[in-house]
C-alpha cells in the first residue's frame, strides 16, 4: 500500500559496536522478544571475522535456539565474504543476505577489505548464489550521503551505483547515511532523486543520526517515498567511524511515531514496544561502557 512503510528492526547494527560482550542468551530474549511484539524483518546476525565483530561470534548459536519461532520473520544475516556467505547459507533462518558496498574506497576497503571493483564483483556472486538458495540479497550502499575521508562523492554517484545494481539485477537497495551527516532536507533530495533511476527495486534508507532531527528525516523520508526504513530500538548503535557518540540508529520508537503521526502503517504498536525497549535498554546500560581496568579509568 502507498502508506504502509516496511521497518527493518537492527538488533545487530545496534549491538555490534557495543564494546562488552552481550551474553548469548541475553541476545535470544531480545529477539524472541522481538518477534513476539510483532516485528517481522530483523537485521539479526553477521557472518564475518570474530577477529573484527567478536559481538557477532555466536549468530549461529543464537539461530539455533531461534530455530523453532523464526517462521514467518525475516532474518538478515551480514556476509562480506566467501567464508561469510558459506556460514549464513548453513545457519537456520537466514532468509536475506545483506552486503555492503560502499562508493568511498576508504570505506569499503576498511569496512570488507575490499576494493569497489571486488566489491561489486561480489555482489554478482551473492546474487547469484541467492537466487540458487532461494534466498533474498539486500545491498547497502554506504556512505550514501557523504563520507569523512576526503573521498569524492556526489549524489550523481550515488545513482550510478543504483543503476549499476539495477542493471545486475539486486532487487533491495538501502542508501546508509553511515556517518549519520545527512539533514532531513539531503534524505529529500537523494531519496527523491535516486526513486526515479530505481525502478523495479525496493529501495529503502539505512540512517544513523544524532537524536536532534529524527522526525524530521523521517518526514522527509516518507514524503520522498521511502517505504522501507531501518531503526534499532533506542537509537542503539551506529558506526564508530562517526566519531561522535550522539550518533546512533534511528530510534524504532520515535521513527514509529512519526510515521503514525504521517497517517503510514508501519511496524508493531508503541504498546507492544515497552518489553523489548526495556531488553534494549538494559543491554545498552550493562554492555554500552568499557569496565574499568579496560578503560583505565
Not at 548459536?61 to 547459507?89: M, Q
Not at 534466498?135 to 557523504?146: D, E, N, P, T
Not at 539495477?166 to 547515511?177: P, Q, Y
Not at 543520526?209 to 548503535?237: H, I, M, N, W
Request: proline letters at 6%; charged letters at 25%.
Amino acid at each position: 500500500m502507498a502508506d504502509e512503510v516496511k521497518i527493518i528492526e537492527c538488533p545487530r547494527d545496534a549491538w555490534q559496536g557495543l564494546p562488552r560482550t552481550i551474553p548469548t542468551e541475553e541476545k535470544i530474549s531480545c529477539l524472541r522478544a522481538l518477534i513476539s511484539a510483532g516485528f517481522r524483518h530483523l537485521d539479526a546476525v553477521s557472518f564475518v571475522s570474530p577477529r573484527r565483530v567478536p559481538q557477532m561470534a555466536d549468530s549461529e548459536i543464537v539461530l539455533e535456539a531461534l530455530r523453532a519461532e523464526l517462521g514467518g520473520v525475516e532474518i538478515i544475516g551480514i556476509v562480506v565474504n566467501e567464508k561469510g556467505l558459506e556460514r549464513a547459507l548453513a545457519a537456520p533462518g537466514v532468509s536475506t543476505l545483506g552486503y555492503p558496498l560502499s562508493i568511498s574506497p576508504t570505506f569499503q576497503q576498511r569496512n570488507t577489505s575490499q576494493s569497489i571493483e571486488e566489491g561489486r564483483a561480489f555482489a554478482g556472486r551473492l546474487l547469484e548464489v541467492t537466487r540458487e538458495a532461494g534466498r533474498k540479497l539486500v545491498v547497502y550502499i554506504s556512505m550514501a550521503f557523504g563520507n569523512p575521508f576526503g573521498d569524492p562523492y556526489s549524489p550523481v554517484a550515488v545513482a550510478e551505483e543504483v543503476e549499476h545494481l539495477r542493471e545486475l539485477g539486486v532487487g533491495t537497495l538501502s542508501l546508509a547515511d553511515t556517518v549519520g551527516r545527512a539533514s532531513a532536507e539531503d534524505v529529500r533530495q537523494l531519496f527523491g532523486a535516486v526513486l526515479p533511476k530505481s525502478e523495479g527495486i525496493e529501495l529503502g534508507l539505512h540512517l544513523h543520526s544524532a537524536p536532534d532531527g529524527v522526525e524530521e528525516k523521517v518526514r522527509a523520508a516518507f514524503e520522498a517515498g521511502c517505504r522501507r526504513l531501518d531503526s534499532a530500538l533506542a537509537g542503539l548503535g551506529g558506526c564508530p567511524f562517526a566519531g561522535d557518540k550522539q550518533v546512533g540508529n534511528l530510534p524504532t520508537e520515535r521513527a514509529l511515531a512519526a510515521l503514525e503521526a504521517l497517517g503510514a502503517r508501519s511496524g508493531p504498536p508503541h504498546d507492544a514496544l515497552a518489553m523489548p525497549l526495556s531488553l534494549t535498554n538494559e543491554i545498552a546500560l550493562k554492555y554500552g561502557t568499557q569496565e574499568k581496568e579496560e578503560s583505565g579509568s
